[in-house]
């Protein structure tokens, strides 16, 4: 979705009507939307009482009666105070109102999108989620907490003003309404175009986000490689599209307002010139010409107002279309809807039954082709081969980040597919090849194993894979920031506090994806004795490249482009002479040199 033909490819809005998508998450707030309607209204009905007021004071200076006209500015300044009143209660309800729905709708996109498969952020990149979660909704909380009020209530004011128009001058109400049909017309022609291009430019604007969050996710390979000209180069290129777009976005939206205001006090002026020549002949007084001119002010400014908002609204249903097509997109892999649980105590016995399975993004080639594979509970099993073997995908395959297109994988028995993942995921422990450090302290990194271990455990386990000493050495120990991806740390360093999390977490299953490729020599045999004993008693499955690292495990299953070429121990497997006596010979050679 980064490269510019996929965001041309995407679908443009349909219409207003997806603001509908809306209604769940307003639902549960009905009263307070409620209300803020009936601020909105009580405002609306005070703004059209007001005019009656100014007519009865400016007919009141004909009057004599001085206690009468004090009385009709007592009434004017009652209704003012009610209208402000009334506007500020509409304010709070109907923001309040907007920020709640915006926060449930970023916590549902939130919990919606961190459940999702890899399969998902094969097909989008982690910045334009972003972009949708805080951009569009954005767009929707201006909407909600704003845009939505306030055409509600000009078009109360609209349909009220003309009903008080025809009540005060038939005539000139059916001079008014000869202009309406000629301000419609442009606003549905224009309000078209304008919603293609408000989806188009929130498409580039999540493009832009995805680029930048891609450029500086990965700042120091850019640097590494002087790539950071080219890197600008396509972050400009897509910023100037997103500019390019918004600007035909808002060139439109101009001339539409253009044209509905000229249209609106063209015929306003047209109206006060006959109304003028009215009162000169005695057909109406003053303060009903007063009167009519400021409902066809109301009128014309409710119109002019509406047809701004139609652009907001168009940009708003855009954001919402996106939205709810993010919570509404299908996961690949999916829990069942009635999930059998998981018998307690978990013994760890894992079968892989003629499995075949292809990667999303390259269905045409097999990462695993007809693949069995049976681990007894408590035994280490060792997945050896070249680059590209299959080794990994075994591993995300039992975590079940994806699901084989044959055949099924069990635990204890039991059909993975069977069980909610979260069921089975805690009790197992993964040591992942790129450890992930969280930016927050090491302690808290290495606690994320087990949240309600306690610091006397965390530094146990910290102790156990050969941490302990580099982590008091920082600035404050184990309370110390270690940065964005931890970046305070080197890559043994990071394995390390990996490899604390796992020992952290305790569990039956232990899953060591090149656990030790990070690790200078010293680290490397001081870790190794901790994963040897962290193994006992545990089914572990361990990838690794250096063979050294996994002699003693008790079965070595050899892969090779997708399939079990052979499996034993490694003396058994040195002496049939196959790919893995010429993988021992290559790496325990150059190991000599």
């Known amino acids: 979705m980064s490269d510019t033909s996929a965001i041309e490819d995407r679908p443009k809005s349909k219409r207003v009507g997806a603001l509908r998508g809306l209604v769940p998450f307003l639902w549960p707030y009905r009263g307070l939307a409620g209300l803020a309607g009936l601020a909105l209204i009580l405002t609306a009905v005070v703004s059209l009482v007001l005019p009656l007021?100014?007519?009865r004071v400016v007919d009141g200076f004909n009057t004599a009666q001085v206690a009468l006209l004090d009385k009709y500015f007592g009434a004017a300044l009652a209704i003012a105070a009610l209208l402000a009143v009334g506007t500020g209660l509409r304010y709070y309800f109907v923001t309040r109102l907007g920020e709640r729905v915006v926060a449930d709708i970023r916590r549902a996109l939130f919990d919606r999108v961190l459940g999702m498969s890899p399969a998902f952020f094969e097909r989008i990149l982690t910045g334009e989620v972003l972009s949708r979660i805080t951009t569009d909704t954005t767009l929707i909380l201006s909407v909600i907490g704003s845009s939505v009020s306030i055409a509600l209530r000009n078009l109360l004011i609209l349909l009220g003003g003309l009903v008080l128009l025809f009540l005060t001058s038939a005539k000139l109400t059916g001079l008014v309404l000869l202009v309406v049909p000629a301000i419609i017309v442009p606003i549905i022609v224009l309000g078209r175009k304008l919603r293609r291009l408000s989806r188009?430019?929130?498409?580039?604007?999540?493009?832009?986000?995805?680029?930048?969050?891609?450029?500086?996710?990965?700042?120091?390979?850019?640097?590494?490689?002087?790539?950071e000209a080219a890197t600008r180069g396509e972050f400009a290129e897509v910023t100037e599209k997103s500019f390019v777009s918004a600007k035909e976005r808002i060139k439109t939206r101009a001339v539409m307002t253009v044209i509905v205001i000229f249209l609106v006090f063209?015929?306003?002026?047209?109206?006060?010139?006959?109304?003028?020549?009215?009162?000169?002949?005695?057909?109406?007084?003053?303060?009903?010409?007063?009167?009519?001119?400021?409902?066809a002010v109301m009128v014309a400014g409710a119109v002019g107002a509406l047809s701004e908002i139609w652009g907001e609204l168009q940009r708003a249903a855009g954001a919402t279309e996106r939205l709810v097509e993010l919570l509404g997109t299908e996961d690949s892999v999916q829990d069942p809807l009635r999930p059998v649980?998981?018998?307690?105590?978990?013994?760890?016995?894992?079968?892989?039954?003629?499995?075949?399975?292809?990667?999303?993004?390259?269905?045409?080639?097999?990462a695993l082709n007809g693949v069995?594979?049976?681990?007894?509970?408590?035994?280490?099993?060792a997945l050896v081969g070249p680059s590209g073997a299959g080794k990994t995908t075994i591993l995300q395959l039992l975590m079940r980040f994806y699901d084989p297109q044959s055949g099924r994988i069990t635990l204890d028995g039991l059909a993975l597919t069977d069980l909610a993942r979260s069921d089975f995921r805690q009790f197992i422990a993964l040591v992942p090849q790129d450890p992930v450090i969280f930016a927050t302290s090491a302690r808290e990194?290495?606690?994320?194993?087990?949240?309600?271990?306690?610091?006397?455990?965390?530094?146990?386990?910290?102790?156990?894979?050969?941490?302990?000493?580099?982590?008091t050495a920082?600035?404050?120990?184990?309370?110390?920031?270690?940065?964005?991806r931890g970046v305070m740390l080197s890559g043994g360093q990071k394995q390390r506090v990996a490899i604390a999390r796992a020992i952290l977490r305790d569990a039956p299953i232990l899953l060591l994806d090149e656990a030790t490729s990070a690790l200078d020599a010293e680290s490397e045999r001081l870790v190794q004795a901790a994963v040897d004993k962290l193994a006992e008693g545990r089914t572990t499955l361990v990838v690794a490249h250096r063979l050294a690292t996994v002699k003693r495990?008790?079965?070595?299953?050899?892969?090779?482009?997708?399939?079990?070429?052979?499996?034993?121990?490694?003396?058994?497997?040195?002496?049939e002479d196959g790919l893995y006596a010429r993988l021992a010979r290559l790496q325990f050679t150059d190991g000599a040199h």
């Open 53 to 55: 007021a100014v007519r």
């Open 200 to 227: 188009e430019n929130q498409d580039w604007i999540a493009a832009s986000s995805g680029s930048a969050s891609e450029a500086l996710s990965s700042v120091q390979t850019v640097q590494a490689f002087t790539h």
């Open 266 to 295: 063209a015929g306003v002026v047209g109206v006060l010139w006959i109304g003028a020549r009215d009162v000169r002949g005695g057909a109406m007084s003053v303060g009903a010409l007063i009167q009519f001119v400021i409902y």
């Open 341 to 366: 649980a998981l018998p307690r105590p978990v013994r760890g016995e894992i079968a892989f039954e003629d499995v075949t399975f292809r990667y999303p993004a390259r269905p045409e080639a097999s």
């Open 372 to 381: 069995s594979l049976h681990v007894k509970p408590g035994e280490t099993v």
């Open 445 to 471: 990194n290495i606690r994320f194993g087990r949240l309600d271990a306690t610091d006397a455990e965390v530094e146990a386990a910290a102790m156990a894979a050969a941490a302990h000493d580099f982590l």
């Open 474 to 484: 920082l600035p404050q120990g184990y309370d110390s920031y270690l940065g964005e």
């Open 553 to 575: 495990a008790d079965r070595i299953v050899v892969f090779d482009q997708g399939r079990i070429v052979a499996q034993g121990t490694h003396d058994q497997l040195v002496a």
